[in-house]
């Protein structure tokens, strides 16, 4: 069902396109201004914790870093380029059973998205949690543009401080775009993904493709190609857990199964029927952490998956 907000906010979409490109074709538009255009209407790095809590209807305590969450961390910089950098929350546990990195969604700061973390550390999981550029305490302008580039130099940066050879990616909503992407680019470096409520893009915008005229297949067009999960999953050779809500609008049940049927590793889909976008962390905690705990577990101790027939 489409809620009198979620029309606003698909119209508005509609109207931003025609006003980027002066109501023309926008196969008259460069990609760079495609890209910024949506940039603007995806990215909302301003939205408070408050206001996600709020949205989500949660009643979680907000918290400005991980020690006030009752985690140790340390906060670290990582360079993107010559003049700009991320900021980080390395979390690392006594047991440190492996290392996951977790890439948020499209709102607010790494803070917001520090239950994760938690669910994470407390079993026994290192973690890694970042701000897109742009976002939070890292620099440079929001852009879709980056999200691959910002992740590869998270990985580059967790495997050389901890020794490790490979990470878990783990990506919700938005984040689920450059994990898989970097899983399929980065196989030498990732042993594992997680995805939380997963963006297909192409999908998703020739689904909304009566908000931009018809324009679907020029706008896709000039999109670079790691944003479009749903082209790269097949490249996707890796032990998969995809969570999903049968409730979500975002990532509607039909776009997560597309994603899920085209990984072509050992995979499994955890589906949440009753629940909205990536709510069955916070309404269904105890299903979800066995599902993500056993997951995690299996990738780090050497499971063989494809003896197991998974």
């Known amino acids: ?38 940039s603007d209407l995806i990215l909302h790095p301003d939205t408070t914790c408050e206001e996600l809590r709020a949205r989500f209807g949660l009643d979680l305590e907000i918290v400005n870093n991980p020690a006030e969450a009752g985690l140790s961390y340390e906060e670290v910089r990582i360079p993107i380029d010559e003049t700009k950098t991320l900021r980080a929350w390395y979390m690392p546990t006594e047991g440190d059973l492996g290392t996951v990195i977790v890439s948020m969604g499209d709102a607010g700061n790494m803070a917001c998205y520090l239950y994760t973390a938690k669910l994470l550390y407390s079993n026994g999981w290192s973690v890694v949690m970042y701000d897109y550029e742009g976002f939070g305490g890292s620099d440079g302008p929001p852009t879709l543009y980056a999200l691959s580039r910002d992740l590869r130099a998270v990985i580059d940066w967790t495997r050389a401080a901890t020794g490790r050879d490979q990470v878990t990616l783990m990506g919700m909503s938005l984040g689920s775009i450059p994990s898989i992407a970097l899983a399929v680019q980065y196989p030498e470096a990732v042993n594992a993904v997680v995805l939380d409520s997963p963006i297909a893009l192409r999908r998703q915008i020739f689904r909304f493709g009566f908000l931009v005229g018809g324009q679907s ?16 999953m097949s490249g996707l050779h890796q032990p998969l857990l995809i969570f999903a809500h049968g409730r979500d609008f975002i990532s509607d049940p039909a776009s997560v199964e597309l994603l899920f049927e085209r990984a072509s590793g050992p995979k499994q889909l955890v589906m949440f029927p009753t629940l909205g976008h990536s709510s069955g962390q916070f309404y269904a905690t105890g299903y979800y952490v066995q599902y993500l705990t056993d997951f995690l577990m299996r990738v780090w101790t050497g499971y063989d998956f494809a003896a197991a027939g998974e």
């Open 1 to 38: 069902m489409i809620t009198a907000g979620r029309f606003c906010r698909l119209s508005a979409i509609a109207v931003s396109l025609c006003m980027l490109a002066g109501c023309v074709p926008i196969a008259m538009l460069e990609p760079a201004e495609v890209v910024a255009g949506l």
């Open 217 to 232: 297949a020029p706008l896709v067009d000039r999109l670079s190609s790691d944003l479009l999960s749903d082209d790269l």
